[in-house]
């Protein structure tokens, strides 16, 4: 009996190198992340707000120039805040800032944490 593979006749090699510097100057970079000690900030934040009813759903992007965490009240609607990251702005302004609808930057900063505090002040509509 012999053994029969659905690959054609040809030879595959295990072995490949790659120079770094083609990787790295290579036309599709890799996009920007939010790595997991950020995310464990972010949706710290997001679950707190989940447990006040503030928010509902959440959607990450990432792009080629900047990661996006946009939060929602209704998944069907505009989101209510986005916080993104964007490091081309880390020597400036700093990488990370939370926009609102509107496209008002609310807070701007080089530490997450600190830019998330922008959440712990957040007035709330009191029904009379």
Known sequence: MTEQTDMPDREISSQTVVDLREYRNAKDPLPITFDRRELDRILWVYGRM????????????HMKDRAVFSVFKRSGEMPLFRIEKNPKLAAKQGAYSVINTHGVILKRGHDLVQVLKVFDRMFKVVKS
């Open 50 to 61: 989940v447990g006040d009813g503030e928010w509902r759903d959440y959607a990450l992007d």
